[in-house]
Each structure stands twice: as C-alpha cells, then as structure tokens.
C-alpha cells in the first residue's frame, strides 16, 4: 500500500509541476504589462462608442484596412484577460461587429467593421479616473456640436487607408487569421407652467462657501493640456444636486434605505471621478442637511430654489440633480433621465447620454428620455437633467445602489455620460 501512495504521489508531482511551470512563466510574462479588463459598448442614435479598459497607461497604434472596410487599434505591451468581451454584434449603422484577440504575446488587437468615412470616427485615450487608462473608439458623429451633422456613410465602396500607416499584405492576413477565431415618483413640480426659458436669471441668493458647507470646489489643479483636448472636462464647472436631504429622506426602499443615502454617496463618487478629469465640481450638498439656510423650515419650493441658486450663482456649465425612483409595485425597475419640457436640445441630449452612460454602467432597464416640469431644472439657467437611477422601491435595485461597488458605478455611468455629452 505504501508503494502504491508513492507511485499516486510520483505521478501528481510529473502532473503537477508543468501547470506551476506554466503558470509562473505567464506571470512572468505579463509582469509590467497592461492587462486589457473590459469592453464597453454605448450605441446612441448618433454614433457608437466602444471603451476598452486597462489597468495600466499604455499606447495604441491604428491600422485602416478594406475589402472589408475595418478600423484596427494594436495596443502593444497589454494582455487580454480570459473575462474580456471578446466578439460582439454592435447593432449600430455605424460599425457592424467589433472583435478583440490577443494578437501576440505583447499585443492586445481590436478590429471593428465599419463603413463610415474617415471623418466620422475617432479613436483617443482617456487616463486618471477610476480606470488607470482607457481607449475610446468613437464610430458615427465625432464633431463638438450636434447640430446640422452630417455623417459620412459611403455607399459600399471600400475605404481608403489614411496615409498615416498602410499595412503590408502579410499584416493583412495576420489580422485574419488571428480574427477568424410603471410610474414616476413624485417630485416638486410648478403649479403651473409659466413658461420660463433657462436663459432667465434669478436674483440668486447668497451661498457660503464654507469647508462645511453645502458646496463643493474642485481641484483647479492643471491636469494637462491632452486631457483638456481628449474629454473636454478640464475647466468645466459642473453642479451635482444629491437629492433630498435632511429633514427629507425621500422616498425609502423595503429594508430601510433612504433615497437621500443613495443620492449623496453618488454624488460624492462622481464628485471625485471630475475632480480627477480636470474639472471645477459645485455639489449643492456634502453631508446629509438641507440645502436652504432655513434648513428644516424651508417650503419645498424654497429648498429647490436653494440648490438651483447655488448652481447658477457660479454660472455652471451643466446641473446634474441625482435621484432614486419609487412606485407602489415593487417589479418596476429601470433608469430614466428628465429635462425641462421647454428646455433647450442641449438639456435633452444631456439628460439622453447621462441616462444610457448609467444603464451602460450598472446594467438596468431604460425607461427613456422623457420631459418634465420639475422645479430644479426648470429654474436653473444652463442644461440641466434630474437622472432617476434606479427604483429603490424594487430590492434588487434598492441593494444595487446602496452597495459600495453599485454607487461607484452608477457615478462612473454619469461621467461617461457628461463625457459623451461634452466630446
């Protein structure tokens, strides 16, 4: 018996020891490199995004290629880890189907099907933030403003390499070959319409900016001209309104949790993924208190006009007003974002790509764009949107939201959003 342990023991060790060889020679080898963690897709009706994740800076490299039109990104010294999206139906009529592949030992490769013209795609990087670095390929309308865009979709005909870099026939073949594998919850409205535009300016009233205080400044710290031109958000001055507050808890989920908690953890997260792109943040609250100065003595008009005072008396760029929804059937789910029925495009557009960047995120339900006639972005004088996260009256969202990793991802959903909306 005690031979036959021996030669079981003999034969596991023969067994064993090429899986240790093996798997300390992968660690070596992608010692220092970038590991490629994710891919992300945003398809709206005016292009598609696809982010790629990394856990370390690294450079690409882009390859255009016909006879199928493809835009291929080498992203060298990176791995692709095992959980990675590796092959996907973008469904967008910009590019058709997006494939990622470890091309060598030290080359990570993504190829994307398109037949947009060169002017209408765009790829670029994104550092700092809560992904060490990401890759952004931007396929449909890449211009600053949306209005009178024209996206270039040719008629079939293949797509010339820009001159930057023409592959050799072999690079071709590599590619290929390595290829082949229920109702809103309540919120303050007007009573009535007055039909008051956002260009209005109110008599603002004074907000103490004070390190306890209910507003928030953010770094003025430079983080560099690349970043400034790749996000658009060095500079920016954005308002975030946690909503509720205080003597408000708003609505409450099933096992107590109050949408105040939610809103404010949020809103601290966001706060901290802007601060880190460079841009200037105005929180209407830090701590869970009303924002007016009556605080509990306020009238509900008073506490919103509060908060639409602080975002306009420092000329912010854009109000983001962050809310839970609530409704008496606990299956109702989803994310929907709000705008001002009578506001301008660009508060639509805001409050349409804040809304999918969150959905994109944290994997709810689309509730859709809709208009409103809600109090804080009615009266505040730039674009405006109050995103309802989630239903804190439905348990799984209720739990999504108030764990740690949940909030983080809803505030990374946001800034992909506002992102989006400034690029």
Known sequence: MRHLRLLIFMLLALILLPLQASASDFGERVSGMAEVTGVRISSHSDKVRIVVEATKDMAFKKIILSNPDRVVVDLPNAWLSPKARKDLDLDSPFAGRLKVAQFDKQTVRIVVETKVGRNNYNVF???GGATACRIVLDFGDISESSDNRKIDLPDGSAQQPEPAYTPPASETDEVEKEMASPDKSERTEEPQDTGKKETEKKNPIKVEETPSGGIFEGSDKDSGDELDKITGLKGRKIAIDA????????????TGVMEKTITLK??????NLLVAEGATVYMTRTKDT????KKGRATDIEELQARCDIANAKDADIFISIHMDSFTNAAAKGTTGYYYARGS????ELADKIRQGVIDQIGTQSR???SCNFYV???????????ELAFISNRAEEKLLYSDAGAKKAAQGILDGIEDYFN
């Open 243 to 254: 909503g509720h507050g205080g003597s408000d808890s708003g609505a409450i989920g099933p």
């Open 368 to 370: 859709g764009t809709q």
């Open 125 to 127: 990087k994104l550092t």
């Open 266 to 271: 949020v809103a601290t997260e966001l706060k």
């Open 345 to 348: 495009k660009k508060s639509r």
């Open 290 to 293: 009303e924002v007016s100065p």
């Open 377 to 387: 972005v009615k009266h505040t004088d730039m674009p405006a949107t109050l995103v």
